[in-house]
C-alpha cells in the first residue's frame, strides 16, 4: 500500500485527510517533535498560561490530563483559530493525536528509545519541573484508563502519549474521514490491550468502527491489510473462527499462496533416513524480493546434541501430498524458499497466533504452529518487528518441549533485554523509582536495532505485546521451569503483586501471598510496614490501588472469602465482572451447592461482560442443574454463537432444547408461532430435529466422545417413521461401536434401536430401484441406506457378538431379508447356545427357575423358529443344475439332540415342571408322535 504523504509544511495549515484513506499517516521521529511545537498543539496541551486554574487541578490530580486535552481539542473545533477552517483544525488533530500514539507505540512496544523528552515535551510547565508532580499526573492518567474494573498496568512508561492519542483520536468525534475511524479503532484496540482482561465495553467500540471500516471502498493493498488487522483483534477477543476466516480471504486477496505439508527430511544428527517434516511451503505473488536488508534481533541457535539447527529437507520434490499443493508451490524447494513479502510473513505469523489461541494446550496444534514461525524466519523477514514477532511464536512453541525449552526461554530473555533496551527513556525515573532491570545476555548490538519507522510500519498487522505483558510472559516461563526465585523477582521489579501473590499461591505459600496482597489494600496494624511478620490487618487504605477490584478477588480465592468478591464488585461501581464470575463459583463449591445465587452472580457478570464465552456456559450449566431448560437453552444459544466450535456446548444446547416443553402423546408441545400455523405446516417433531442438529455439531466437533454419539443414537432413533432420520441413526450406533467396541464389546449396540433398523430394513423399504442382480441374486446397492444399515451390521456388529442369543435373533432376521436360510439357521443355533450358556449355572447348578424357563423359551425358539422352519428350505446359491440342497436334511435330527440334551441337563431339578413338560411337548413335535 502506496504511503500517503506528510504535509510539507508544519506551521501552516494542514489538508485534511482523505475520507476514503484506511492507512493513517507515517510518521518519523524528524516530524514528530515539530508536531507537538504547532500553535494549535501547544493550546490543546496546555501550555497556553490562560488554562493555569485547570493545570493546577491537574497538577494536584484532581483533573485527569485525558480529560482535559478533550476539552481543550472540542473547544478548539468549536473556535478555529488562526483563519484556520473547521477541516483544517480537525486534521491538526488528527496528526497531533497520531504523533502520541506512535510514539507512546515506540515507547512501550517496539523502540528505539524517543530523541525527546516525552513529559518535557507534552507536559504544561507547571507540571514537567517536578517529577514528584509528574509521577501523580501519570498515575491519574492511569487510573483513569480503568474501564469495567480492569486497570491499566500502574507503571506504564510515558503514559501521557497514550493520553493524548486517546483525547484525540477516541475521546472526541472526529466525523466523516476514514482515516480518522481507523485511528480510533486503533486507540481503543490498544487501550483493550493495556487492560488485564479483555472488557466488552471497549469491545463494542472496536467492532463499531471494524463494521464502519469493513463497509468502505479500499483498494486490493488496504483490503488485505484491514482483513489482517481484523484477524488480529478477532484472534484477540477469542474468536478464532473468524479469524481464520479474516486470514483464508486475506491471503486469497492477495493471492498469497502458502500450504502445511510433509516434506521427507531429516530432524536429527542420527537420522539415517528421510521422514515426513511438517513445513509450510509459501510463495509471495510479487515475485521480486524486498528491497531492504534482514533484520532483527539476534536468531539464539539450538545448540542441542540430538536436533539439528534446522530440518535437512531431501529434496524439493520429496513432499507426501504433492498432489494436493497448489501448482505454484510444487516447485519450491523447501530448503531455499523465496522471501516473503512483509504483509505475507505478517499473515503467516496471525494464523499461527490464531492456531495456538483454538488450543493453546494441544501437542498436534503446537505442531502444526511452529513451521509457521519457521517460515517467516528462515525465509528472512525484510522488517525488523515481523522477524521480530516470528521469533516470539517460536519461542512460545518451544517451551513446551524437553529439547526446545532451553532456547526457548533464553530467545525469550533476549527479546526482553531488547525491548527493555530498546524503550527505556530518560525520565524512566519519573515514573519507576525501582533500578533497570539486568540481563545476563549481552546487550543487542547497533546491528540488531532498525528505525522507529520500520518498525511501526506494520505494528498494526502483528498481535504485538507491550514491554511489561513480555516481561510478565518470561515471568510465567520461569514458573513454569520452577524457577520460582526469578520470576518472583521480575514480578516485584514490575510491582505486579497480583501475579507475584498467585505465584506464591501456586506453591502453597499462601500466608505470604496473602501479606503480599493485603499490603496494597489494607494499613499495617504494627508500626514497621516492612516487619516480615506484618499481616496488615488494619483498617482499609484510604486510597485503593486502581486494580484492587482483582485484589480482592485473589484475596476471596485464597480465603474462600464471599465478602471479597462483594467488595470488588463495590469498589469497582458494579462493574468488575470477574468479581460475580469468582461469586458464581463459590456458590458452586459450597456443600451443597447454592445454584440460586450462582445463577444471579452469572447474570450479574454477563450483564456487564455479555461476549464472556466461559460465563454463558457456567451459566447455561447451573439452569440445567435447575432445570429451567428454557433459560439453559438461550445460554447455551449464546455461547454457541460466540464459539461455534465447542463441542460440549452444543451438547448441552440440544439436551436443555430437549426439555424446552413437555411432549405430549410422543410429540412436541406446540409453540405460539405454531398455533397460528395451518396443521398441515406444523412439524411435530421440530424441538428433537433441532436437538439432533445440536447434537451432530457437537459430534462433528468432539468426533471421538462417545457420550456425544450415544445421545445422537437416541435422539435420531426417537422420532418415530416415518420421519426417522435413519442416516443418523446407522452413522451414530457405527461410531459408538469404533469408539467403544473394544472396551465394551456387544455392550456398546443398542440393541432396540438395532431392532428398529431391521425392521424398517425388512418391512418399510421399497427396493426395487436399489437392488442389482448377481450371481447369488439380487444384492441391495452400497450407498444407499438399506446398503448402510447391512454394511453396520456385517462389519461392526457381527463381530462383536459373544453373550448376546438377542443380537443373533436380530442378525438371522437380516439373513432371512437376504433370503439366506442357511444363514440364518445358524444364527438362531449361536443365539440358542448363547442364552444356554448365559443362564446355564443358575438353571442346572442352583435349581433358578427363571433362568431354566429363559432356557426352555430359547430352545422351543431353536426347534420351532429354526431348524423347523429353515431346515426343509432349499439352500441358497443353488445354481438351477440338479436337485437343489436343503438347508439341513437332518434337522429333525439336530432338533431331537437339543432338546434331548437339555432335559438330561435338567433332569436332576425339574423333572415333572412346568418347563420340563414343554420341553417333552416339543420333543415329540419333531419325532411326529
Not at 539439528?308 to 507426501?320: P, V
Not at 464389546?745 to 448377481?774: H, N, R, T, W
Request: net charge negative; hydrophobic share 40%.
Amino acid at each position: 500500500m502506496a504511503e500517503p504523504s506528510y504535509p510539507a509544511t508544519l506551521n501552516g495549515a494542514f489538508e485534511p485527510p482523505l475520507n476514503q484513506q484506511y492507512e493513517p499517516v507515517r510518521l518519523t521521529s524528524d516530524n514528530i517533535v515539530p508536531i507537538f511545537e504547532l500553535p494549535l498543539a501547544k493550546k490543546v496541551l496546555g501550555h497556553d498560561a490562560s488554562d493555569s486554574e485547570k493545570i493546577a487541578q491537574i497538577a494536584s490530580a484532581e483533573l485527569s490530563y485525558t480529560e482535559f486535552v478533550a476539552d481543550q481539542a472540542r473547544a478548539a473545533l468549536q473556535s478555529p483559530s488562526d483563519g484556520q477552517t473547521r477541516e483544517q483544525t480537525q486534521s491538526q488533530l488528527l496528526h497531533i493525536g497520531l504523533a502520541a500514539l506512535f510514539s507512546f507505540l515506540q515507547s512501550n512496544v517496539t523502540g528505539p528509545p524517543l530523541e525527546y523528552n516525552s513529559a518535557e515535551t507534552v507536559f504544561p510547565a507547571p507540571i514537567r519541573t517536578d517529577k514528584t508532580t509528574i509521577r501523580a499526573v501519570r498515575a491519574k492518567i492511569l487510573r483513569a484508563l480503568s474501564v469495567d474494573g480492569e486497570a491499566a498496568y500502574k507503571l506504564t512508561p510515558n503514559p501521557e502519549l497514550f493520553s493524548i492519542a486517546k483525547a484525540l483520536l477516541a475521546d472526541i468525534e472526529n466525523e466523516g474521514a476514514l482515516v480518522a475511524k481507523t485511528a480510533r479503532m486503533r486507540v481503543n484496540f490498544l487501550h483493550q490491550k493495556m487492560l488485564s482482561e479483555v472488557t466488552s465495553t471497549l469491545q463494542d467500540l472496536i467492532y463499531h468502527d471494524v463494521e464502519t471500516i469493513s463497509k468502505a471502498e479500499l483498494t486490493t493493498n488496504e483490503k488485505s491489510q484491514f482483513l489482517l488487522e481484523r484477524a488480529i483483534i478477532n484472534t484477540h477477543h477469542d474468536f478464532d473462527a473468524k479469524a481464520r476466516a479474516d486470514l483464508d480471504q486475506a491471503s486469497r486477496v492477495r493471492n498469497f499462496e502458502f500450504a502445511l505439508t510433509g516434506k521427507l527430511g531429516k530432524r536429527t544428527k542420527f537420522q539415517d533416513r528421510d521422514i515426513s517434516q511438517l513445513v509450510v511451503v509459501a510463495k509471495s505473488a510479487d515475485e521480486e524480493a524486498p528491497a531492504a536488508v534482514p533484520s532483527g534481533p539476534k536468531n539464539l541457535d539450538l545448540n542441542d546434541d540430538t536436533l539439528l539447527e534446522a530440518i535437512s529437507f531431501a529434496d524439493k520434490k520429496s513432499t507426501t501430498v504433492q498432489d494436493e499443493l497448489p501448482p505454484s508451490l510444487q516447485s519450491v524447494d523447501p530448503n531455499e524458499q523465496p522471501k516473503l513479502s512483509p504483509v505475507d510473513s505478517a499473515i503467516l505469523l496471525a494464523l499461527a497466533s490464531a492456531i495456538t489461541n483454538t488450543a493453546p494446550e494441544n501437542g498436534l496444534t503446537r505442531e502444526e504452529t511452529q513451521p509457521y514461525a519457521t517460515r517467516v524466519l528462515e525465509g528472512g523477514s525484510s522488517n525488523w518487528q515481523i522477524y521480530t514477532q516470528a521469533l516470539l511464536v517460536r519461542s512460545r512453541v518451544e517451551g513446551h518441549r524437553s529439547r526446545t525449552v532451553e532456547r526457548s526461554v533464553l530467545q525469550l530473555q533476549a527479546l526482553v533485554d531488547q525491548v527493555i533496551a530498546d524503550t527505556a527513556t530518560d525520565d524512566t525515573a519519573a515514573q519507576q523509582p525501582s533500578s533497570d532491570p539486568t540481563t545476563f545476555l549481552p546487550r543487542p548490538e547497533k546491528s540488531e536495532s532498525a528505525p522507529a519507522a520500520d518498525r511501526l510500519q506494520y505494528i498494526w498487522l502483528l498481535n504485538f505485546s507491550t514491554r511489561w505483558s513480555l516481561e510478565a510472559e518470561l515471568a510465567k516461563r520461569w514458573v513454569e521451569l520452577g524457577g520460582l526465585r526469578t520470576a518472583l523477582e521480575i514480578y516485584e521489579r514490575l510491582q505486579m503483586w497480583a501475579e507475584a501473590a498467585l505465584c506464591y499461591a501456586a506453591t502453597e505459600r499462601e500466608q505470604k501471598a496473602k501479606n503480599i496482597v493485603r499490603r496494597q489494600l489494607y494499613e499495617a496494624e504494627g508500626p514497621d510496614e516492612d516487619d516480615e511478620n506484618e499481616e496488615f490487618k488494619g483498617p482499609e487504605r484510604s486510597t485503593l490501588p486502581a486494580d484492587a477490584p482483582r485484589l480482592f478477588c485473589i484475596l476471596g480465592d485464597i480465603d474462600s472469602d464471599e465478602k471479597m468478591y462483594e467488595r470488588a464488585w463495590e469498589i469497582s461501581g458494579q462493574r468488575y465482572a470477574r468479581a460475580q464470575r469468582s461469586l458464581a463459583r463459590h456458590y458452586l463449591a459450597l456443600t451443597p451447592p447454592d445454584l440460586e445465587k450462582a445463577e444471579a452472580a452469572y447474570r450479574k457478570s454477563l450483564h456487564i461482560n455479555r461476549l464472556n464465552h466461559s460465563a454463558w456456559f457456567a451459566l447455561g450449566c447451573v439452569q440445567l442443574e435447575l432445570q429451567r431448560w428454557s433459560d439453559a437453552a438461550d445460554s447455551f444459544s449464546r455461547t454457541v454463537q460466540l464459539d461455534d466450535t465447542d463441542g460440549e456446548a452444543w451438547s448441552n444446547l440440544a439436551a436443555a432444547m430437549l426439555r424446552t416443553s413437555a411432549p405430549q402423546q410422543g410429540t412436541d408441545m406446540p409453540s405460539d408461532e405454531d398455533k397460528e400455523k395451518d396443521p398441515a405446516e406444523i412439524d411435530p417433531h421440530k424441538r428433537k430435529r433441532d436437538a439432533l442438529a445440536a447434537l451432530l455439531r457437537a459430534a462433528q466437533l468432539k468426533h471421538s466422545d462417545a457420550r456425544i454419539w450415544d445421545n445422537v443414537l437416541t435422539v435420531a432413533a426417537s422420532i418415530p417413521p416415518p420421519n426417522t432420520p435413519f442416516r443418523e441413526v446407522v452413522t451414530a450406533q457405527k461410531r459408538v461401536i469404533e469408539i467403544l467396541g473394544d472396551k465394551k464389546g456387544e455392550k456398546c449396540v443398542d440393541q432396540p434401536i438395532l431392532g428398529m433398523l431391521i425392521d424398517f430394513l425388512s418391512e418399510a423399504f421399497e427396493y426395487e430401484s436399489l437392488l442389482i442382480e448377481s450371481d447369488s441374486g439380487p444384492v441391495v446397492r452400497t450407498g444407499t441406506l438399506p446398503g448402510q444399515i447391512l454394511s453396520l451390521i456385517d462389519d461392526n456388529v457381527v463381530p462383536l457378538i459373544t453373550h448376546s442369543a438377542t443380537l443373533w435373533l436380530l442378525v438371522a432376521r437380516v439373513e432371512v431379508f437376504r433370503n439366506r436360510p442357511s444363514r440364518a439357521l445358524e444364527a438362531h443355533e449361536k443365539a440358542w447356545r448363547a442364552a444356554v450358556a448365559a443362564s446355564a449355572q443358575g438353571a442346572f447348578q442352583m435349581g433358578d427357575e427363571k433362568p431354566w424357563l429363559d432356557v426352555v423359551r430359547a430352545t422351543e425358539q431353536l426347534v420351532r423358529n429354526g431348524y423347523a422352519r429353515y431346515g426343509p428350505l432349499d439352500r441358497e446359491g443353488h445354481s438351477g443344475e440338479g436337485e437343489p440342497e436343503m438347508v439341513a436334511s437332518d434337522w429333525r435330527f439336530k432338533a431331537r439332540s437339543a432338546v434331548r440334551g437339555i432335559l438330561g441337563k435338567g433332569k436332576d431339578f425339574w423333572q415333572d415342571s412346568e418347563g420340563w413338560e414343554r420341553l417333552k411337548e416339543l420333543q415329540n413335535e419333531v419325532t411326529g408322535k
